[in-house]
């Protein structure tokens, strides 16, 4: 077998209302399909994120599945702006910009409404090339 793309990530949130809000507000995802009042799944590219409702208890932390994060590509043109607008929205930031010239990539991790972190890459050549 031959994987062709990930095809979507799915998390657990305390409240999907805010979840989606924050997604949309932030990243410029829309809403592809409404399951059920706790369950929805956003667009972003040709890919989709889920957002399932999980209690109180849900959030990056207290699952303790092993989830490192959520990168999120944005073109190369918009990086700084787009640091720019979630810092002054008050986005709780973990760090960054990280600049990667080795990979060709930046990046800047903030965290979402449960904690999950989230990163912001862009890159400035192919993931698929190798470095010269």
Same mark, same amino acid.
């Given at each position: 077998?031959?994987?062709?793309?990930?095809?979507?990530?799915?998390?657990? %949130?305390?409240? %999907?209302?805010?979840?989606?809000?924050?997604?949309?507000?932030?990243?410029?995802?829309?809403?592809?399909?409404?399951?059920?009042?706790? @369950?929805?799944?956003? @667009?972003c590219?040709?890919?989709?994120?889920?957002?399932?409702?999980?209690?109180?208890?849900? /959030?990056?932390?207290?699952?303790?599945?092993?989830?490192?994060?959520?990168?999120?590509?944005?073109? #190369?043109?918009t990086?700084?702006?787009?640091?720019?607008?979630?810092?002054?929205?008050?986005?709780?930031?973990?760090?960054?910009?990280v600049?990667?010239?080795?990979?060709? /990539?930046? /990046?800047?991790?903030?965290?979402?409404?449960?904690?999950?972190?989230?990163?912001?890459?862009?890159?400035?050549?192919? #993931?698929?090339? #190798? /470095?010269?």
């Amino acid at each position: 077998m031959k994987a062709t793309a990930i095809d979507h990530v799915a998390l657990q %949130v305390k409240d %999907v209302a805010v979840s989606q809000r924050f997604y949309e507000t932030h990243f410029g995802m829309r809403l592809a399909l409404v399951k059920n009042e706790r @369950q929805i799944w956003l @667009q972003c590219g040709e890919q989709l994120l889920g957002l399932m409702q999980g209690g109180a208890e849900a /959030s990056s932390a207290a699952m303790g599945r092993g989830m490192d994060h959520v990168a999120i590509r944005v073109a #190369p043109e918009t990086f700084d702006a787009a640091v720019g607008e979630l810092r002054a929205a008050g986005v709780r930031v973990q760090r960054g910009p990280v600049d990667r010239p080795d990979e060709g /990539s930046r /990046s800047f991790y903030c965290y979402d409404p449960d904690g999950y972190l989230i990163e912001l890459i862009t890159w400035t050549r192919s #993931p698929f090339q #190798p /470095s010269s």
